[in-house]
C-alpha cells in the first residue's frame, strides 16, 4: 500500500528544492512547483521567472502541458508556496490556472505570507473541489530560501523601541 504521506513529503522536497533555481528578487517569492500524475509519474516542473521575469513556477509547470492536454483529474501540483490569486502582472493567477487545469490535489509547504497580498489559494483551490493538503514540517526551508522577501513585509521587522 502507498503511503500517501511519504510521497507527498518526497514529492514536496524536490519542489522546495528546485525553488532555489529561481532568479533572485526581493519582488516575488521563489517557488518551485512539480506536477505528478495519479500513478507517480512526473508530468511537468517549473520554478519561478524560469524563462520570464514576472513567471511563477505554477504556471510555468503547467505551460509544458499546454498543447498536449493530458488528463489532470488524478494529477496533484507540489508548490512550495500557496498558490497565488493576486498578481499585479497581466498574468491570469496561479489559482485561476491551476481550477482551469482540473488538477485534483494541491500540496503545498505554507500559506503565502501577506508581503504582497493577501492570498486566498488554498480557500479557492477548495470552493472549486481540489483538494489542499499543507505539510507545515517544510514551511522552515520555504521561509529561508524567501527571508529576502518575506522581510520586506511592513508587519516582519523588528519593533521599534522609539
Ligand atoms: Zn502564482
Request: glycine share 8%; proline share 6%.
Amino acid at each position: 500500500m502507498i503511503d500517501q504521506r511519504m510521497v507527498d513529503r518526497r514529492w514536496l522536497q524536490a519542489a522546495i528544492d528546485m525553488s532555489r533555481l529561481c532568479p533572485a528578487t526581493v519582488t516575488a517569492y521563489a517557488v518551485g512547483a512539480i506536477v505528478v500524475d495519479r500513478d507517480g509519474t512526473e508530468l511537468a516542473r517549473g520554478y519561478s521567472r524560469e524563462t520570464g521575469p514576472f513567471l511563477h513556477a505554477e504556471q510555468q509547470a503547467l505551460a509544458k502541458l499546454d498543447g498536449i492536454p493530458p488528463d489532470l483529474s488524478g494529477a496533484t501540483m507540489y508548490s512550495s508556496l500557496e498558490p497565488c490569486t493576486t498578481r499585479g502582472s497581466f498574468h491570469r493567477t496561479c489559482t485561476e490556472l491551476i481550477v482551469e487545469a482540473r488538477i485534483r490535489r494541491v500540496v503545498v509547504a505554507m500559506r503565502e505570507p501577506p508581503v504582497f497580498a493577501d492570498c486566498v489559494g488554498i480557500e479557492l483551490l477548495g470552493k472549486a473541489g481540489i483538494e489542499v493538503t499543507v505539510l507545515p514540517e517544510f514551511a522552515g526551508q520555504v521561509k529561508a530560501i524567501n527571508a529576502a522577501v518575506i522581510a520586506t513585509a511592513p508587519g516582519a521587522r523588528a519593533p521599534s523601541t522609539g
